[in-house]
């Protein structure tokens, strides 16, 4: 049973104004504050004003608002629906209340939670759909917090969807069965197909998957997005890749993807690691592509989760080519890839003016060969090079540079575990990177930055590469 404690003592409603008069008394940031909040809807307003602030003036003429320039009368409030008090006068507040009370009319005096009949909620405004956040006047500040966190969960395009919305229910009714037909047409288009074309932009698109999805009489189809994870820390994940995370029922990671990350995603996702990890049983990449099939065939929505960004060194092209060729719907959400993850560690410029203006994504396993690739004349013209995976090649990549004629002294900064608490700099120069090879103590990834516009990058919180070569001890 509730308590008095659990039960509320404002109870949220959604008012009809549209078209209203809505009044509001007063000057200043107060005044302005609530026409603004009362412009996200289409309520007709009156600010009354006696000698109004330059800002509050312009933003009437700017925002359709009339502006009174008159002494307050309680004739101001005839016919309104809602009135405001924000004078900041407590006399004139209470006979603005007094006189809104008298007509039947409900009123907010700002500040004064005493006087009021209402309260104003944080709002989130996705019209025609509204998040109304209240706390009974006893933390804006919590109520603003809260609103954030809801806005960033919701996509920006979800009040058209739900304009959308309203004009299929008429012909979901009719087709399909009351209970959980329905019940599954509604939740593959606010989360499927329409929503997806809805969100980026193309309207037309997301009624035809709506038309679609009515003579498929509500079939789910499976969807696959390959999503970029970011370097490792949570916050460095997009809203989009979050959003898509909440509404997966499969997630299938990679290795790199901290649990921290994944378990952003629904709680009741079903989770399946496929990455390899020092020796732990992975599997193969056309396992994967097959996997991703499969779900996507059995009408599942899929997160293919890939550290950094998908595109880069993530095998992400064979795994679209699979899934186009099973005519699986799909699409990437980019992420924050490792080198400028590490780069923003050490606070180094990736392009440089009049240094650098060329940057080299590589693994630097193609310095193998016999013929050098052409990114190392880019090395040598100046471009800031991104090894990624090169660890384990350090010393040959340092010598077949030099060779090139990449001078020794090239600024080189390594940064393992970028983006996250654990991370680790270190800076030295091209000589010196073999070292990195050797170094039994470095076990996240690794990523290796050379180029002379590293020598922008800041030092003083990295070691040097060569001075801390790290000695096993002896068994
Ligand atoms: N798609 C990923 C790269 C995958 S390849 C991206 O865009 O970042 C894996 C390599 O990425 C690792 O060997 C390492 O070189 C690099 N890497 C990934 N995460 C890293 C991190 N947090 N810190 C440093 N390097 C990282």
Same mark, same amino acid.
């Given at each position: 049973?509730?308590?008095?404690?659990?039960?509320?003592?404002?109870?949220?409603?959604?008012?009809?104004?549209?078209?209203?008069?809505?009044?509001?008394?007063?000057?200043?940031?107060?005044?302005?504050?609530?026409?603004?909040?009362?412009?996200?809807?289409?309520?007709?307003?009156?600010?009354?004003?006696?000698?109004?602030?330059?800002?509050?003036?312009?933003?009437?003429?700017?925002?359709?608002?009339?502006?009174?320039?008159?002494?307050?009368?309680?004739?101001?409030?005839?016919?309104?629906?809602?009135?405001?008090?924000?004078?900041?006068?407590?006399?004139?507040?209470?006979?603005?209340?007094?006189?809104?009370?008298?007509?039947?009319?409900?009123?907010?005096?700002?500040?004064?939670?005493?006087?009021?009949?209402?309260?104003?909620? $944080? #709002? *989130?405004?996705?019209? &025609?759909? +509204?998040?109304?956040?209240? %706390?009974?006047? !006893?933390?804006?500040? /919590?109520?603003?917090?809260?609103?954030?966190?809801?806005?960033?969960?919701?996509?920006?395009?979800?009040?058209?969807?739900?304009?959308?919305?309203?004009?299929?229910?008429?012909?979901?009714?009719?087709?399909?069965?009351?209970?959980?037909?329905?019940?599954?047409?509604?939740?593959?288009?606010?989360?499927?197909?329409?929503?997806?074309?809805?969100?980026?932009?193309?309207?037309?698109?997301?009624?035809?998957?709506?038309?679609?999805?009515?003579?498929?009489?509500?079939?789910?189809?499976?969807?696959? $997005? #390959? *999503?970029?994870?970011? &370097?490792? +820390?949570?916050?460095?994940? %997009?809203?989009? !890749?979050?959003?898509? /995370?909440?509404?997966?029922?499969?997630?299938?990671?990679?290795?790199?993807?901290?649990?921290?990350?994944?378990?952003?995603?629904?709680?009741?996702?079903?989770?399946?690691?496929?990455?390899?990890?020092?020796?732990?049983?992975?599997?193969?990449?056309?396992?994967?592509?097959?996997?991703?099939?499969?779900?996507?065939?059995?009408?599942?929505?899929?997160?293919?989760?890939?550290?950094?960004?998908?595109?880069?060194?993530?095998?992400?092209?064979?795994?679209?080519?699979?899934?186009?060729?099973?005519?699986?719907?799909?699409?990437?959400? &980019?992420?924050?890839?490792?080198?400028?993850?590490?780069? !923003?560690?050490?606070? /180094?410029?990736?392009?440089?003016?009049?240094?650098?203006?060329?940057?080299?994504?590589?693994?630097?396993?193609?310095?193998?060969?016999?013929?050098?690739?052409?990114?190392?004349?880019?090395?040598?013209?100046?471009?800031?090079?991104?090894?990624?995976?090169?660890?384990?090649?350090?010393?040959?990549?340092?010598?077949?540079?030099?060779?090139?004629?990449?001078?020794?002294?090239?600024?080189?900064?390594?940064?393992?575990?970028?983006?996250?608490?654990?991370?680790?700099?270190?800076?030295?120069?091209?000589?010196?990177?073999?070292?990195?090879?050797?170094?039994?103590?470095?076990?996240?990834?690794?990523?290796?930055?050379?180029?002379?516009?590293?020598?922008?990058?800041?030092?003083?919180?990295?070691?040097?590469?060569?001075?801390?070569?790290?000695?096993?001890?002896?068994?």
């Amino acid at each position: 049973m509730s308590t008095p404690e659990s039960r509320l003592n404002a109870f949220p409603i959604f008012m009809k104004v549209e078209g209203r008069s809505v009044v509001i008394v007063g000057n200043g940031d107060e005044a302005l504050s609530k026409a603004r909040l009362m412009a996200q809807s289409n309520a007709d307003l009156t600010i009354v004003a006696e000698i109004p602030d330059e800002e509050l003036a312009a933003w009437a003429a700017a925002n359709d608002a009339t502006l009174l320039r008159e002494p307050y009368h309680s004739d101001h409030l005839a016919g309104a629906t809602l009135a405001f008090a924000a004078t900041g006068g407590e006399a004139l507040d209470a006979r603005i209340v007094a006189d809104a009370r008298a007509a039947g009319i409900c009123v907010n005096a700002v500040d004064r939670p005493d006087l009021c009949d209402f309260f104003t909620p $944080a #709002l *989130v405004n996705r019209a &025609p759909v +509204a998040i109304a956040i209240g %706390t009974e006047g !006893a933390g804006p500040v /919590l109520a603003q917090m809260i609103r954030t966190r809801i806005d960033r969960m919701l996509s920006p395009s979800l009040g058209k969807l739900a304009t959308l919305a309203a004009s299929y229910r008429a012909a979901v009714e009719t087709l399909l069965p009351k209970g959980a037909a329905r019940r599954a047409y509604w939740n593959e288009f606010f989360s499927g197909a329409p929503a997806r074309a809805m969100e980026i932009g193309h309207f037309d698109e997301a009624q035809a998957a709506a038309d679609e999805l009515l003579a498929r009489r509500g079939a789910v189809e499976g969807h696959v $997005a #390959l *999503v970029g994870a970011g &370097p490792g +820390a949570e916050d460095l994940l %997009t809203l989009r !890749a979050h959003r898509l /995370l909440m509404e997966a029922d499969v997630i299938v990671h990679d290795a790199l993807v901290p649990e921290a990350v994944i378990a952003m995603g629904r709680r009741d996702a079903e989770r399946i690691g496929v990455g390899k990890r020092k020796g732990c049983h992975s599997k193969s990449q056309a396992e994967i592509n097959e996997l991703l099939v499969e779900l996507g065939r059995a009408g599942k929505r899929v997160v293919r989760l890939k550290s950094g960004d998908p595109l880069v060194f993530g095998r992400a092209g064979e795994e679209m080519a699979a899934l186009r060729d099973a005519s699986i719907s799909y699409e990437v959400v &980019p992420g924050v890839t490792a080198a400028f993850a590490a780069a !923003a560690d050490f606070e /180094l410029p990736l392009t440089l003016r009049g240094v650098a203006s060329s940057m080299v994504f590589t693994t630097g396993h193609d310095l193998k060969g016999g013929t050098l690739p052409d990114w190392a004349k880019l090395a040598i013209a100046g471009a800031t090079v991104a090894v990624y995976m090169g660890r384990s090649i350090a010393a040959e990549l340092a010598t077949r540079l030099i060779e090139a004629g990449l001078s020794p002294d090239t600024a080189v900064a390594v940064v393992e575990n970028a983006s996250l608490a654990s991370k680790r700099l270190f800076h030295g120069t091209l000589a010196d990177l073999p070292a990195l090879e050797s170094r039994e103590d470095l076990t996240g990834p690794v990523m290796t930055i050379i180029g002379d516009a590293v020598a922008g990058a800041r030092f003083d919180r990295s070691t040097a590469l060569a001075a801390d070569i790290f000695v096993p001890v002896a068994a």
